[in-house]
């Protein structure tokens, strides 16, 4: 039996486990993450907390060894997979928060990239803020954005694109969107690891939001605007 069997989770202290959670994020083990946010959440840790402290810590570690050509896609799939076994649990945790209903987003990952786990925190913080979420997964043309703000007819428009060379098609969604006169119906926010403030406002955003925190902050400010403007 090798040492890493031998590792009982729960007689680990509170940092230990979330060192540990890195190593088995790192290996992708699923269950061992489920297990360990589980022992967490029964020591009274946030959600919040352990979303951002273990889990989001735990893949900046595989996403900097990605970078460097040490860790490769399958691997870090499994990183993936494990991450979201943990995101699956605190989901309905950051929900059930009792927040007010906020307002509504449409959010999705641009054309060509399927990157989907910084879109599906967001989307995961947004509804335990009280906004309605319609998630419309990955890969979306401008077709996809348009047909699901039409349907849903949202106070939000989320964007969010992991590459460098997909973050420019939010601009042809924000182009399509004022060619059709919709532009000025919808807050945009964007989002992602490559983007940054200038980038947003470059493409004509209404704001970049740099985490999830940042979102909800951002997208409660400029709903109460919104609201504030109509009933001027
Ligand atoms: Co990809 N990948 N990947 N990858 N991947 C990156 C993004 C990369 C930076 C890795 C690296 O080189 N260091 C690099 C991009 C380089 C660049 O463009 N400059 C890269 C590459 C190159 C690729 C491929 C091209 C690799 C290949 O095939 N050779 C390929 C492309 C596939 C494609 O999309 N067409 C690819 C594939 C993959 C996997 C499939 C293996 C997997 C994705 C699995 C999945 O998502 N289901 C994957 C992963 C996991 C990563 C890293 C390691 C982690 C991304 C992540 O989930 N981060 C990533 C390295 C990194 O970012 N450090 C990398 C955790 C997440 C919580 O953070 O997504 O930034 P993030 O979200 C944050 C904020 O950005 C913000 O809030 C979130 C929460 O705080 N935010 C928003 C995000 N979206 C928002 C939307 C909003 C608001 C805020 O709207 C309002």
């Not at 807050?187 to 690891?193: E, N, Q, S």
Request: charged content about 25%; some cysteine.
């Amino acid at each position: 039996m090798s040492e890493e069997e031998d590792i009982i989770l729960s007689e680990l202290d509170d940092e230990e486990l979330v060192q540990q959670m890195y190593d088995d994020l790192y290996d992708g083990l699923k269950e061992e993450i489920e297990e360990s946010v589980n022992i967490l959440l029964s020591r009274g840790w946030a959600p919040y907390k352990i979303l951002t402290e273990a889990l989001v810590g735990g893949m900046t570690i595989v996403g900097a060894d990605f970078r460097d050509g040490i860790l490769f896609v399958p691997e870090v799939l499994l990183a993936a997979n494990a991450m979201k076994g943990g995101m699956f649990i605190l989901k309905p945790l950051l929900a059930e928060t009792g927040a007010p209903r906020m307002g509504s987003m449409v959010i999705g990952t641009v054309k060509g990239d399927i990157h989907d786990i910084g879109k599906n925190l967001v989307s995961m913080m947004m509804e335990g803020a009280g906004f309605e979420v319609v998630d419309i997964g990955i890969n979306n043309p401008v077709e996809n954005y348009l047909e699901a703000l039409e349907e849903h007819q949202p106070d939000i428009l989320g964007m969010s694109a992991l590459l460098t060379t997909t973050m420019p098609y939010m601009k042809v969604v924000i182009d399509t969107m004022i060619e059709q006169g919709k532009r000025d119906d919808y807050i945009v926010l964007v989002g992602g690891a490559p983007l940054n403030e200038e980038f947003g406002k470059a493409i004509g955003a209404d704001a970049y939001c740099r985490d999830a925190a940042v979102a909800v902050e951002t997208a409660k400010e400029y709903v109460a605007r919104k609201h504030n403007a109509m009933t001027a």
